[in-house]
């Protein structure tokens, strides 16, 4: 290297950038975290409060609203993951994965079949969990999809852009009457 810590490479003149630009150092919440749970009813809260923990302890910049409904979202895929993978899969994975202007999560198990959000039956309690997700996503402006892994089983998966809450408090209206 030169002794201006650039490495060698052509100089800029004057106010020029450089032709060597290198990328911005990551911001200090991002990065990728990855959990092991049995997949037992216990797991849900617990991977629902670990998610929640790292998203503080971290200090992603996310919304109330947002985050509430990414725990929501974490509550759903365990959920259906114990209930319906658990036979094939004793183990599931939960994986947190932070960007500058997106958040995703996914959970892994190791069972083939896909899920479909079904239009539920009013009447049932249950059944609804896809759908809520779909929902959650679709508002917050993010993709949701199910990904096979090469172990036969799959990994379902969302992405939320992240909006700071000082964004959401400034792009409100400021007129008291409106809702």
């Not at 049995?38 to 109330?64: E, I, N, T």
């Not at 725990?71 to 259906?80: A, G, K, Y």
């Not at 209930?83 to 198990?109: F, K, Y």
Request: hydrophobic share 40%.
């Amino acid at each position: 290297m030169d002794d201006d810590g650039r490495g060698p490479g052509p100089r800029p003149q004057g106010g020029e950038a450089p032709y060597d630009v290198r990328p911005a150092d990551p911001l200090p919440y991002e990065g990728v975290w990855r959990f092991t749970a049995p997949s037992v009813d216990a797991s849900v809260p617990q991977a629902r409060h670990a998610v929640r923990d790292l998203l503080l302890r971290q200090g992603v910049p996310v919304s109330a609203d947002l985050a509430q409904g990414l725990l929501l979202i974490v509550s759903e895929l365990v959920t259906n993951a114990v209930r319906h993978a658990a036979v094939l899969s004793p183990t599931l994975g939960v994986e947190v994965a932070v960007g500058a202007e997106w958040i995703r999560v996914s959970v892994e198990d190791n069972h083939p079949y896909r899920p479909t959000a079904l239009e539920a039956d009013h009447g049932r309690t249950g059944g609804r969990g896809l759908l809520l997700v779909r929902e959650i996503t679709r508002e917050a402006g993010g993709a949701c999809d199910v990904e096979y892994t090469a172990s036969g089983g799959k990994v379902i998966w969302v992405a939320l852009p992240l909006t700071p809450a000082q964004a959401l408090v400034t792009s409100r209206p400021t007129d008291p009457s409106v809702p």
